[in-house]
């Protein structure tokens, strides 16, 4: 059963000192780690699955048993990639490490007719690499892409269905495998209370699409995100698709920046932030969102007892004209 009730956010972009004071922990561990590692990993990846984690145990009890949690999702990862069907020697390609000091960016070409990722230091090019952006829509390379989400993206689970599901990619030039992808839906297949929700904003569910899941590999440039999205919102405009809406996690993200760079920031719905781990025949715990949950055959299940701020679900319009003139925000809470 699901209750709904409007509440008000004045400020979604919160910061949780407890996260705060675990990143300043792990993530040296973490860069350590993955200098000496002999599979090569996202930090980002291990880094969420650690915070997630810890989250399943009480607040002094998680920071107690950092060393295991980092210990015990670092050997899932391990695993994971072992068996991915695209390693990240042949997946990642601006280097295997994410950090501060990158300097590649996303530039136009004149007329804005090409795109480049370009490596800039002391203010002077020294490397330019063409890119090429497309949707994805060969049945084979849509299942290389699922699988990509499913090892990679730091939810590890899929979210576009095979036929109604659309996928964009940026392609360096020569490469056959994206370095950055965008999964959506239509809301026609959403859940039906996010449909509700857009029906009680007076919004047509079916013009509406939901990015639904983005990964980029690591070390990728600081603007990817603002223009694929840009990119993507045109596409889909074309298609007839009049808003497009996607899922944050203002807990776990570290800058409002990053996180909203497409320019999709309107708050309409609030959803309980729920982690759920199950427990694997070794007796680690691994990362299953609802979604996947729904796949397992009723493993032992435990989630977060850790009270976090909610999932926020945000809208655009990506036709002229359209304006969402509403302050309320739909709060969702799921009754077990």
Not at 16 to 38: C, T, W
Not at 295 to 312: A, D, S, Y
Request: net charge positive.
């Amino acid at each position: 059963m699901i209750n709904i009730k409007t509440v008000k956010l004045d400020n979604i972009w919160i910061t949780d000192s407890r996260i705060q004071k675990a990143r300043r922990m792990i993530i040296p561990k973490i860069n350590k780690s993955l200098a000496h590692s002999k599979i090569k990993f996202d930090s980002q990846d291990l880094e969420h699955q650690i915070l997630f984690r810890m989250t399943t145990f009480p607040e002094t009890e998680a920071f107690q048993k950092l060393d295991y949690i980092f210990q015990e999702q670092k050997a899932i990862i391990e695993e994971r990639m072992k068996s991915a069907k695209v390693s990240p020697e042949e997946f990642f390609c601006f280097g295997i490490k994410r950090d501060e000091t990158s300097r590649w960016y996303m530039e136009w070409g004149p007329n804005k007719e090409e795109l480049y990722c370009v490596l800039k230091k002391n203010g002077k090019i020294v490397e330019r690499r063409e890119v090429f952006f497309r949707e994805i829509t060969f049945e084979r390379e849509k299942l290389l892409i699922k699988d990509l989400i499913e090892n990679y993206h730091y939810i590890h689970c899929d979210r576009c269905d095979l036929k109604e599901g659309m996928i964009f990619g940026f392609f360096l030039e020569g490469r056959k495998i994206p370095f950055a992808v965008e999964e959506v839906e239509p809301c026609r297949i959403s859940r039906n209370y996010k449909k509700g929700i857009l029906m009680i904003l007076n919004i047509n569910y079916h013009t509406c699409a939901e990015l639904t899941r983005f990964y980029s590999v690591p070390n990728t440039p600081k603007n990817i995100v603002s223009i694929l999205d840009k990119l993507v919102a045109r596409a889909l405009r074309e298609k007839g698709y009049e808003w497009i809406m996607t899922s944050v996690m203002p807990t776990f993200a570290k800058t409002r920046a990053t996180t909203i760079a497409g320019g999709i920031d309107k708050p309409i719905l609030a959803k309980e932030l729920r982690l759920f781990f199950f427990e694997r025949p070794d007796g680690l715990w691994e990362l299953c969102v609802n979604r996947k949950k729904e796949r397992l055959n009723n493993p032992k299940i435990i989630k977060n007892v850790w009270k976090l701020f909610p999932v926020i679900e945000m809208i655009k319009p990506i036709k002229r004209g359209l304006t969402l003139n509403t302050d309320k925000v739909y709060f969702i809470r799921h009754e077990e």
